[in-house]
């Protein structure tokens, strides 16, 4: 079984940094695709970032310059560097894998991850 522990989330202000933790057990990244998702209230599961198994990575256009994901293969854990964040970065962050291979352009797609971490809040004050 896949576990997916996430971690560092927080309160910040507008224009701040975070850096976000997901930590797995059950498996190596290496044969995942990963991805980080938000969950904002009154609005539906949006992927932000994603890596792939041959270490591409594709963003959304809303976080591009911004957010950075990143792995540490070796500590099985996946990163999210959040810079300059805005008032509408907040949200519930997950982390989620997916072992099939599929299209790149579904990378950032959350119904083809099918593990899924507890969340860590996330929120920017204006």
């Known amino acids: 079984q896949v576990y997916l522990v996430e971690s560092g989330g927080g309160s910040v202000q507008a224009g701040g940094s975070l850096r976000l933790s997901c930590a797995a057990s059950?498996?190596?990244?290496?044969?995942?695709?990963m991805c980080w998702l938000l969950h904002a209230p009154g609005k539906e599961r949006e992927g932000v970032a994603a890596?792939?198994?041959?270490?591409?990575?594709i963003y959304a256009d809303s976080v591009k310059g911004r957010f950075t994901i990143s792995q540490d293969t070796a500590k099985n854990t996946l990163y999210l560097q959040m810079n300059s964040l805005k008032p509408e970065d907040t949200a519930m962050y997950y982390c989620?894998?997916?072992?099939?291979?599929?299209?790149?352009?579904?990378?950032?797609?959350?119904?083809?991850?099918?593990?899924w971490g507890q969340g860590t809040q996330v929120t920017v004050a204006s």
């Open positions: 059950g498996y190596t990244y290496t044969r995942y695709c």
């Open positions: 890596i792939d198994v041959d270490g591409s990575t």
């Open positions: 989620a894998a997916d072992p099939v291979s599929r299209p790149k352009s579904t990378l950032l797609r959350d119904w083809r991850y099918l593990d």
